[in-house]
């Protein structure tokens, strides 16, 4: 068949004698001899050569006088909240059916609890992780249980778990975090040496920062930090299930002074990391769920072996100067190149040499009367 002939003789069309469906408005030829009863819009329908139009009369004021039954309203209160709840439309649907098979089991809305004596009801039955809150310069920081929340990480993700011992390099997966270098020099290091495959557990933590605005004009930021292991390969840490939260940072726009707001960040990671600090310092006792069903309790080694952040954060965290436009000396906490050559795409980047660093932080570290002894001195 050529693509311009007619293909239509198999679809179904209605009868050249079904009704006519469509809405049609009255035609008013003479306006001044409309009566004064007001009408809604009609409906006219053609059936062969005759039509029938049935107006629906209102009072003489205008408007009409329904009168609702009960679930009639009950109906439409449940619809408006949940329209200006912004819930999409298809979920009155699924309230009510819900609510349906629930009176069919014998349940009454009457009994229904409210979300607090739920919530009280569900932590009785369920452990959940108490969140902690610390106040730091008139702010509130909330932490999370490191020990709690990696337990619950490893009895979400216990299937995706690879484990990770010192003979288990260059076998596979090349491209894994497991599988390099850095693991292997994590094994030589004195808190590892007496790592036992039987009893112990290798969880590298992999650390996530970046804020985010919490309102409409991005006014008050909120910087989440969360974790993972790299015991996961990189499917599952692209997973937002595999990751769970340590803590929030809040803003610190209420400090003026750039030091002051420094070190509120850096207390502020203090308090949050405080639990992984002492779970580095000793080593807590997990449960792993094994292929067979079973479980065993091992001792988790939980060195740090990636920060993830972009460069702001990453400069805050080292405490770097925020000075990445024009007359920056560095434009990189990592490179030497300043901002002069930032544009030439065949500069060879040459990076920070570590006995710099060492001397820019033995210099930040000096009192003041030691910086004035140091000026003293100099001819």
């Given at each position: 068949m050529s693509e311009f002939e007619d293909d239509s003789s198999n679809e179904e069309f209605p009868p050249l004698d079904s009704p006519d469906t469509t809405v049609h408005l009255p035609v008013l030829e003479n306006i001044t001899n409309i009566e004064s009863t007001y009408y809604s819009p009609c409906t006219t329908t053609h059936y062969g050569g005759t039509s029938r139009t049935t107006p629906t009369e209102l009072n003489q004021t205008g408007h009409s006088d329904p009168t609702f039954t009960p679930a009639e309203i009950c109906s439409f209160e449940l619809m408006d909240l949940l329209d200006n709840a912004g819930c999409p439309l298809n979920t009155y649907e699924q309230v009510v059916c819900l609510l349906r098979k629930q009176e069919k089991l014998g349940f009454s809305y009457s009994r229904a609890h409210s979300r607090d004596k739920l919530l009280c009801l569900l932590r009785?039955?369920?452990?959940?992780?108490?969140?902690?809150?610390t106040t730091i310069s008139k702010c509130e920081v909330f932490s999370f249980p490191f020990?709690?929340?990696?337990?619950?990480?490893i009895d979400s993700s216990w299937k995706h778990l690879h484990s990770i011992t010192p003979h288990s390099f260059g076998h596979s997966h090349g491209d894994e975090l497991w599988n390099s270098k850095w693991?292997?020099?994590?094994?030589?290091?004195?808190?590892?040496n007496d790592f036992n495959p039987d009893t112990d557990v290798m969880l590298p933590i992999i650390l996530y920062l970046d804020k985010t605005g919490t309102d409409v004009l991005q006014r008050y930021s909120l910087e989440p930090l969360l974790f993972t292991t790299a015991a996961l390969n990189r499917e599952s840490r692209e997973n937002r299930r595999f990751w769970r939260h340590?803590?929030?940072?809040?803003?610190a726009k209420s400090t003026e002074d750039s030091r002051d707001s420094l070190q509120f960040y850096h207390k502020c990671l203090a308090v949050i990391l405080n639990d992984f600090r002492l779970a580095q310092q000793n080593p807590p006792i997990v449960r792993i769920k094994l292929s067979n069903g079973t479980s065993r309790n091992v001792k988790a080694h939980l060195p740090i072996m990636i920060i993830l952040g972009d460069q702001v954060s990453q400069d805050t965290l080292c405490c770097r100067r925020k000075a990445n436009a024009g007359g920056a000396g560095r434009v990189h906490r990592s490179c030497m190149c300043s901002y002069l050559s930032t544009d030439d795409h065949e500069a060879c980047c040459e990076s920070v040499p570590i006995d710099l660093l060492q001397h820019m932080t033995l210099f930040s570290n000096r009192s003041i009367q030691e910086m004035e002894d140091v000026i003293d001195r100099d001819p």
């Open positions: 009785q039955k369920f452990h959940c992780p108490r969140i902690h809150s020990k709690d929340m990696l337990q619950d990480l693991m292997a020099d994590t094994f030589r290091l004195p808190t590892h340590l803590g929030f940072i809040p803003s």
